[in-house]
């Protein structure tokens, strides 16, 4: 079998580490050809030493290299992924950065890869429309990670040629789901990041409990399947078992199920259209006993019903919608507003960004800067 090289992009990160423990577990499959982090040097050095990249590199630069990972090639600076694939040139691209960070990256990687692999939700929701179309353009296909599109992604091989009516993305309902209204307002980084089901980066952890995770994956969905909003749906299913579904025209619905552990569908995605067993554990359905779901509760999270809006206002509102987002989520990690600011400045933010149309990916980053420099200045008014 021919090795597929692959660059993990946040190979540091909660994605990046477990797409690393499949290139462990089948290293006759996969080689890890390009490893590239922020800032974490030190846990990307013992990468570099373990997978023995041909490039890596870091958004920051360290103070030095040690002597053991000088013999690949080093890039720093925050360019850094996207020059990163241009040296290495892997067969894929897991792109796993977090944030609009990562969008150059996806966007170099259709140029330079076969494949890309796309946990970063955020590149879509941001330049969704123009990097599908060059995807389209230049035959790259693109495979989903987030468990939802990987689960819509499966249930679609049994489509045969039938038209989907309604796509439903499943909602674990993060950490806050049962909470009283007045006790989110002020739920604090730690009861937050205290995910019932999955265990996940910061940034994430923080988007699923105010649910807005669940409004960036309605449009990253938009977008994969080419689904109008309408025939998008999101139903609350606090086990995280089923982790999407879809439905045809006769009601028939297909739900694709496997125990929450993001492996299932980064390997998936990695070694598409085969799947990789790494040890997985059985559903053990008698044990399970049943199966709930429950509408979202829009008064106690707002922010889904804001996605919905950005997504059908279209243009540059999805980006100043996520830019927003990321200021708030970043303030509110730092401590420096409460939970319940978040979506508060989401909402004022996007009622004072002008929303522009978008012709190519700096059309992107301008509005997404404009929108962080609104958030920033509403953030502030209000610490102040
Ligand atoms: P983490 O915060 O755990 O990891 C982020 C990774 O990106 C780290 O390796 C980080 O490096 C790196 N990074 C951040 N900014 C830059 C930059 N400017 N240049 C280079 N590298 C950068 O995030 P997750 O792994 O949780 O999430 C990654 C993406 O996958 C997000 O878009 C998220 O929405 C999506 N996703 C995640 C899921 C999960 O289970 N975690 C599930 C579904 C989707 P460093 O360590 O140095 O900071
Ligand atoms: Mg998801």
């Not at 044990?287 to 804001?306: C, H, I, N, V, Y």
Request: proline share 6%.
């Amino acid at each position: 079998m021919n090795k597929r090289t692959i660059a993990v992009l946040g190979a540091t990160g909660s994605i990046g580490t477990q797409a690393l423990d499949l290139v462990r577990r089948y290293p006759e499959q996969f080689e890890a050809s390009c490893l590239v982090a922020h800032s974490s040097a030190e846990k990307l050095f013992s990468l570099v030493r373990e997978f023995r990249p041909r490039v890596a590199a870091l958004a920051v630069e360290p103070e030095s290299l040690p002597e053991d990972v000088r013999f690949c090639e080093w890039i720093f600076g925050e360019d850094c992924a996207v020059r990163a694939l241009e040296a290495a040139k892997p067969m894929d691209a897991l792109c796993a950065i977090v944030g609009i960070a990562g969008l150059d990256a996806v966007w170099t990687a259709l140029d330079v890869c076969e494949r890309v692999l796309l946990a970063n939700k955020e590149a879509l929701v941001t330049g969704g429309r123009l990097v599908m179309e060059k995807a389209a353009r230049l035959g790259r296909p693109m495979l989903p990670v987030d468990s939802e599109h990987s689960a819509i992604f499966q249930c679609l091989q049994a489509r045969q040629g039938n038209p989907v009516r309604r796509l439903i993305l499943t909602a674990s309902g993060g950490a806050l789901r049962t909470w009283p209204a007045e006790a989110i307002r002020t739920a604090t980084v730690r009861d937050v990041l205290a995910h019932p089901t999955w265990r996940m980066g910061g940034k994430i952890t923080v988007d699923c409990a105010t649910m807005l995770n669940k409004g960036l994956e309605v449009i990253e969905a938009h977008h994969l399947f080419a689904m109008p909003p309408e025939k998008i749906d999101v139903v609350v299913h606090p086990q995280s078992v089923i982790h999407s579904m879809i439905e045809f025209e006769d009601g028939a619905v297909l739900a694709q199920m496997a125990r929450p552990d993001m492996r299932g569908p980064i390997g998936y995605a990695m070694a598409y259209p085969s799947r990789l067993p790494y040890g997985a554990e059985p559903l053990d359905f008698a044990q399970l006993g049943k199966l709930t779901f429950e509408a979202p509760d829009t008064g106690r999270f707002p922010s889904l019903a804001m996605a919905y809006a950005a997504l059908r206002t279209g243009g540059s509102a999805p980006v100043a919608l996520n830019g927003a987002n990321e200021t708030a989520v970043a303030a509110f990690l730092r401590e420096e507003i409460p939970f319940g600011r978040i979506s508060e400045v989401i909402e004022e933010t996007l009622n004072l960004c002008p929303v522009r149309g978008i012709a190519g990916i700096g059309d992107v980053h301008a509005a997404d800067a404009q929108s962080r420099a609104i958030a920033e200045k509403i953030i502030r008014r209000r610490s102040c």
